[in-house]
């Protein structure tokens, strides 16, 4: 049975990415003076409007409005959304995923298989920022979320530690809709056969500090990064979510992406009531959508998964 807050959770999936996205956009590539009010304030490597979302939730969205119709999400409405994003010219693209959409790849299929051929360094945090909607369409099916999440994720990114990130923490967000906790994360990590490599990172984020952390422009670091926000920050009600958002961008580097990982499972727990309402009021973003577009959307996407 779905208790009161169940639609406010759902809405919060996208509200509380785009809102740590945007929160953190203005301030990317830095680390804020600890002293340092954090707000929507805009500005930053892109000149962004205030309250304008970046590429994570745009490219949330992406899988968003493919997963609109459901029940489900096809992959080739995925990908040739990536595609449109892309061909928009955005501000902000991160590099493996500019490798991979720039051969504008016509279907799922052939989008992988550009992921699966590119070398070197592939465990970005691309792929991770733009996984909490997965978890909308899944609501039913915990193992099916799971599969997605790494279907998804393959999409762009063909790294090990980026598809257990985007599955652990779909789990995550899936679990906090239902259940209004953050245990999902542990819940998923005890049952992977990388349970020791993801527990020890966890507890990495609950004991360290951000300097343990710092490169999270890896998918690793982004996940420790918003982990350690989430769970070292006051959590005994909803100013939780703004808190630990704030704690993402004092962390520093890549703001925007730690904050729009952690604003999607905080979204989940708290709701989307919990994001302050002047910075509701102003997110917007590609393509053309308003922070209040983001509830319908989201309970959308859920009633056709159930």
Same mark, same amino acid.
């Not at 999270?216 to 070292?232: C, D, P, S």
């Not at 009531?273 to 053309?288: E, K, N, T």
């Given at each position: ?115 699966? $051929? ?116 006051? $959590? ?71």
């Amino acid at each position: 049975m779905q208790d009161a807050g169940f639609s406010d959770r759902v809405a919060g999936v996208l509200v509380g990415t785009a809102a740590g996205d945007a929160l953190g956009a203005g301030y990317e590539f830095t680390r804020p003076a600890p002293d340092a009010v954090i707000d929507m304030i805009g500005g930053g490597a892109f000149d962004w409007a205030p309250g304008e979302w970046t590429d994570d939730t745009s490219m949330a969205l992406a899988v968003a409005l493919a997963a609109m119709h459901g029940p489900g999400i096809d992959l080739d409405a995925v990908a040739a959304g990536f595609v449109r994003w892309y061909d928009s010219n955005p501000p902000d693209i991160g590099n493996q995923t500019r490798l991979v959409l720039s051969e504008r790849p016509g279907s799922a299929r052939a989008m992988q298989a550009q992921a699966m $051929s590119l070398t070197g360094r592939t465990g970005g945090n691309g792929s991770l920022m733009r996984t909490a909607p997965v978890a909308l369409a899944y609501l039913d099916d915990a193992e099916e979320c799971i599969a997605a999440a790494g279907r998804i994720g393959l999409l762009t990114h063909h790294d090990e530690h980026a598809v257990e990130a985007c599955k652990l923490w779909t789990y995550a967000v899936r679990h906090a809709v239902l259940e209004a906790d953050f245990d999902g994360v542990r819940k998923y990590v005890s049952r992977s056969s990388h349970a020791e490599f993801w527990t020890d990172r966890l507890d990495e984020a609950e004991r360290g500090t951000p300097d343990d952390f710092a490169n999270n422009g890896w998918v690793v670091h982004a996940l420790q990064t918003a982990w350690w926000a989430i769970t070292t920050t006051e $959590s005994s009600g909803p100013e939780h979510l703004p808190l630990a958002l704030a704690a993402c961008v004092r962390a520093g580097n890549d703001t925007d992406t730690t904050a729009a990982i952690a604003g999607g499972l905080l979204g989940a727990r708290w709701g989307a009531s919990a994001v302050p309402a002047p910075w509701r009021a102003i997110l917007h973003g590609y393509p053309g959508l308003t922070g209040a577009d983001l509830p319908d959307l989201a309970l959308r996407i859920a009633t056709n998964c159930r």
